[in-house]
């Protein structure tokens, strides 16, 4: 994401609609906000805009000086150059002449900035480019470090770089239109300078969607149901951007989650985006009732069943409200468009299934609360857009799917702790694997190659051997598809390498399991899951 700071220059809003259009996520802010505040932004590049105001005046804004510390590219526009300039040690003088309007600048050497950017060319074949001008002052000296990449005969700097550092200072303004190859110039800065990805396509979403759920919430309270999914995240990230405190996650872990996944929800939410998240660990009460019963249907049932019980438990405890929050009246579900198209026409049974665990079905009746879902009009990838956008880290918000029931219905059988433990373990080595594992042909890593893989722990023994010792112990499979409906699927014919790589370190690392298998059934006539 790109850091504008604004220094209270008319167009400041353009450069943020330039960045925005390069599909880049920035945001303003002032230009006094502290080097604290620099630094804990996590820019990828930062952008000072220009000022009515000299650089000369007696109090004139500074950029903070975190801003030339960071390590991170910078660009300067008109006074945000001007003030780069002081600040880094060169010079700014007022000019005798105030240049305003359409001017025509040579681009110099090869800067990262303008290489292959111009309007023309001149006689001696040097790049030209007609910009937007508007000024009184202007650098007279370049700071250490710097050299000129655009000139003319008023404005003998019109633009400067420390192509080292990745600063970089335009006199004209990128972002009006009338600077012919503006959006070029800032889509080079965001895109190939500070190296950020061009995938952020939801800004108008965001301030409108804001916008609605502010609207529609009020001054009310809010609670949803975190899964660690998708879906629910990015509702949550969503509505937490419009109304901070008012939302409360409720985070149920009923322990059939992957490794390290509630850590990683706990750390995302909590920790990160300062969210109001209360963690359930349910792990006992979901592997008590889960004893004894091995029927893939009835523990399917009795996950959803337990699911809600928990659910509704948190929710009436905070629909009462508790130390400062008044009472919940809304509950928020990440219900996606897809969902909402399924549950209005004709059904496959697989739907109603995956609905009565993804969103929590018939609760908001049952606990009189009013409904939000704010995601209803997008479908999955926008729904991913939009995470990215809200600043989820893209390997959370591009996951393979995962079922409500979790590894509950990858553990054959009968739901023991000690299963799920052995499960996790060789799942994240898969995971780990096919993450590490970049095809030569595509270039892309096995994992993003697949559209879902996971291990399936299987309830049966077989002997090896391992060092002189005879082992008696557990067998999983790998299972990984290639599908765009989920409903067909080819089994993904991955490199023997990688399942070989997959199969020693299981075997090796997870005390326990002795032997592994990769399923080559599709679906049909096989399902994806086991079970
Ligand atoms: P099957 O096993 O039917 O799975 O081929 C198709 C897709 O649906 C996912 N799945 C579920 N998702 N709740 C969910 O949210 C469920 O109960 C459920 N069962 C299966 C499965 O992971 C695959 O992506």
């Known amino acids: 994401k790109i850091l504008i700071l604004d220094f209270g220059s008319q167009v400041t809003q353009l450069i943020a609609r330039r960045v925005r259009e390069a599909h880049v996520y920035c945001e303003i802010h002032p230009c006094d906000v502290s080097d604290d505040f620099v630094r804990d932004f996590g820019a990828n590049g930062i952008i000072l805009s220009g000022s009515h105001a000299s650089v000369y005046e007696e109090e004139t804004d500074r950029a903070p000086q975190a801003v030339f510390e960071l390590g991170v590219p910078v660009l300067g526009i008109c006074y945000g150059m001007q003030t780069m300039a002081q600040q880094l040690g060169g010079k700014v003088e007022a000019g005798t002449k105030r240049e305003f309007g359409f001017a025509e600048v040579r681009a110099h050497g090869h800067s990262a900035l ?42 003998p ?42 995938d952020w396509i939801m800004g108008d979403y965001i301030s409108e969607a804001v916008e609605r759920i502010r ?128 549950s209005g026409g004709a059904k496959s049974k697989k739907a109603v299934t995956i609905k ?74 898969f995971i780990e694997e096919l993450r590490s594992t970049i095809d030569d042909v595509s270039g892309k890593s096995w994992y993003d190659l697949t559209s879902q893989a996971f291990t399936v722990f299987l309830p049966v023994k077989s002997v090896g051997v391992m060092g002189d010792g005879r082992t008696y112990d557990y067998v999983v499979s790998l299972r990984a598809v290639i599908t765009s409906d989920f409903m067909t699927a080819h089994w993904a014919e991955l490199p023997y390498s990688l399942l070989g790589r997959v199969s020693n370190r299981i075997i090796n690392e997870v005390r326990g399991i002795n032997r592994v298998v990769y399923d080559i059934s599709g679906k049909p006539p096989a399902t994806i899951e086991w079970e």
């Open 356 to 429: 009565s665990h993804h969103n929590v079905g018939g609760l908001p009746e049952q606990l009189g609360l009013k409904l939000l879902e704010p995601l209803r009009d997008l479908f999955k990838d926008e729904v991913r857009q939009l995470g990215v956008a809200l600043g989820l880290p893209p390997d959370m918000v591009y996951r393979h799917p995962f079922p409500g029931p979790g590894l509950g219905v990858r553990i054959l059988g009968e739901v023991k702790q000690e299963f799920a433990d052995l499960l996790r373990q060789a799942d994240a080595i």
């Open 215 to 342: 609207q529609q919430v009020g001054d009310e309270e809010v609670i949803l149901g975190l899964s660690g999914g998708v879906d629910s995240s990015v509702a949550a990230a969503l509505i937490h951007r419009a109304i901070g405190d008012q939302l409360t996650c409720v985070f149920v872990d009923h322990g059939l989650l992957r490794l390290n996944e509630g850590k990683m929800v706990m750390e995302m939410f909590a920790g990160q985006l300062h969210a109001r998240v209360i963690h359930v660990d349910a792990t006992a009460q979901f592997m008590g009732q889960l004893a004894g019963v091995s029927d893939p249907e009835a523990k399917r049932k009795i996950i959803g069943r337990a699911f809600v019980e928990v659910f509704k438990a948190e929710a009436a405890k905070l629909k009462a409200g508790t130390g400062g929050h008044k009472g919940a009246t809304f509950l928020a579900q990440g219900t996606i468009y897809p969902d909402v198209i399924e």
């Open 114 to 155: 303008f290489n292959a950017i111009q309007d023309r060319t001149n006689s001696e074949g040097h790049g030209l480019l007609e910009v937007w001008m508007s000024h009184g002052d202007k650098v007279t000296e370049l700071p250490p470090g710097f050299k000129v990449i655009a000139s003319n005969d008023t404005t």
């Open 157 to 198: 700097i019109a633009a400067m770089a420390d192509e080292e550092r990745k600063f970089y200072a335009v006199q004209f303004h990128p972002e009006v239109t009338h600077t012919r190859q503006g959006q070029a110039m800032l889509n080079r800065f965001v895109l190939d300078i500070c190296q950020t990805r061009a």
